[in-house]
């Protein structure tokens, strides 16, 4: 009697690709990639409207200024999701960003004072509501395994990047055949538009919806400020991100009024659209590359790829190189923001799952922020070596953070990888881990010790 070959468990592409393509996946997908899209066009035609009427230097201070709030706020805006409910703070957030947004194009038509524009700016940004942090939440209740929680992160990150890749492409065309300013009061109106669909959508499949939250502790009460980043491994989570926001702000100023210098507008689209058009590459064949690696070692050498040709930019004068050197970068962005995601998925605990999904995006806003007020000061003045050279250290600092960085990690409270429970279902007790602590950046084979919360499988 012949024994029967072992059974492969592993999901085939197949039907990876058939659960994306099944409702809601599929229709919660290409709402999300619409949203990020029309958000993307907005700063983009706002920055060259208020550069039309009030100069670089102020343009990039509104940018960098509602960027920095955005930043810093969005995780409050998460926290009020988690403790107040999705449903009732989305719908009231939607309504109050939709009519602040009318109130910023009026400012941007009627040409008002660049100091009465940029409350209204910051105003509409603070309300705005956390739809994709609510979706990234939900994602491990629509799925039904982890190989399905990573292809749809996968296909959510790269998707994002596609959308990078055609808003600065819409933006750019906009901008010829309308100007900027009434390109930015198009993007406005479709951006409101999508948020009400998407809105809708989110109602309809209860995204944000989370199990309640339990009794607060002593240590729990001493650290609720912190939420999310009072959870071991969040920090080392978001400190490659914070070296992509630097190059992400730095660029976004710099490029337009660099192309707009050298009498190369309509290549304004093509250039801002390097990064993401590497992302969508990268993106594609992360998902595809079967690496055996633990999410941390990959992270570090991600982070190592994103760096170096950055770390190139001092020599970036000629538009060709720049675009080059934008574009290899761009191959590590998706892959480095999709384990980003499942590093998260696996640390937050559920009274804090949204807030967590939006510190990834704000680590990128906070000193892309900064990074955008700086640039625009030296744009002002044309100094573009200046400018490059600054991009070149924040770039170098990050290099340098993948060898300097501790190796090795706290275990978080949680023990194993995130397990994705869908409705009804009970939930079994977590085993106590038996392992030690990951080491940062150890790769684990499958005959390795059950890893803690913080090297989860993908």
Not at 18 to 40: G, I, K
Request: proline share 8%; net charge positive; glycine share 8%.
């Amino acid at each position: 009697m012949t024994t029967p070959a072992p059974r492969n468990y592993t999901e085939k592409p197949t039907s990876q690709l058939s659960q994306l393509t099944r409702p809601p996946v599929r229709n919660l997908l290409t709402l999300a990639f619409l949203a990020r899209t029309t958000a993307a066009v907005l700063p983009i035609t706002l920055l060259l409207a208020l550069a039309q009427s009030h100069g670089y230097a102020r343009a990039a201070l509104v940018s960098g200024g509602y960027t920095l709030v955005l930043a810093f706020c969005a995780p409050l805006r998460g926290r009020l999701l988690d403790r107040y409910g999705a449903h009732r703070m989305l719908t009231l957030m939607g309504a109050t960003t939709a009519l602040l947004l009318g109130l910023v194009a009026c400012s941007v038509e009627f040409r008002w004072p660049w100091w009465t524009t940029m409350p209204l700016v910051i105003a509409a940004t603070l309300s705005s509501p956390p739809l994709n942090a609510a979706l990234r939440s939900s994602w491990r209740r629509l799925v039904t395994d982890e190989t399905q929680l990573k292809a749809v992160h996968s296909a959510d990150s790269v998707l994002e990047e596609a959308g990078f890749v055609l808003a600065p492409l819409t933006a750019g065309l906009a901008i010829t055949l309308l100007g900027p300013r009434h390109a930015y009061e198009m993007a406005a109106a479709s951006f409101i538009t999508v948020t009400a669909l998407y809105l809708a959508a989110a109602r309809r499949h209860h995204l944000g919806t989370t199990r309640p939250a339990p009794a607060a502790t002593p240590a729990r009460s001493a650290r609720r400020w912190l939420g999310p980043l009072a959870t071991p491994g969040t920090t080392a989570i978001l400190l490659p991100l914070l070296v992509m926001g630097c190059i992400f702000g730095g660029t976004g100023v710099l490029i337009p009024a660099y192309t707009q210098s050298q009498h190369a507008t309509p290549l304004l689209g093509p250039l801002l659209a390097a990064i993401s058009t590497g992302g969508v590459i990268g993106g594609i064949l992360y998902a595809t590359i079967d690496w055996k690696a633990g999410l941390w070692r990959k992270y570090q050498l991600l982070t190592l790829g994103f760096t170096l040709p950055t770390m190139l930019l001092f020599l970036a004068r000629p538009l060709w190189l720049l675009t080059t050197l934008l574009l290899l970068a761009g191959l590590f962005v998706t892959p480095l923001f999709i384990n980003a995601f499942l590093l998260t998925d696996a640390t937050a605990t559920d009274d804090t799952r949204i807030e967590a999904n939006t510190w990834i995006g704000a680590s990128t806003d906070i000193t892309g922020g900064i990074m955008a007020v700086i640039i625009g000061a030296l744009a002002q003045q044309h100094r573009w070596d200046t400018a490059l050279l600054t991009l070149t250290c924040c770039a170098t600092i990050g290099a340098a953070g993948v060898f300097l960085a501790p190796t090795r990690r706290t275990a978080a409270t949680l023990a194993g990888p995130a397990k994705v429970v869908m409705p009804g279902a009970v939930p079994r007790a977590p085993r106590p881990p038996t392992a030690p602590e990951a080491e940062f950046g150890d790769a684990q084979g499958s005959e390795a010790a059950p890893a803690t919360a913080v090297d989860p499988r993908p």
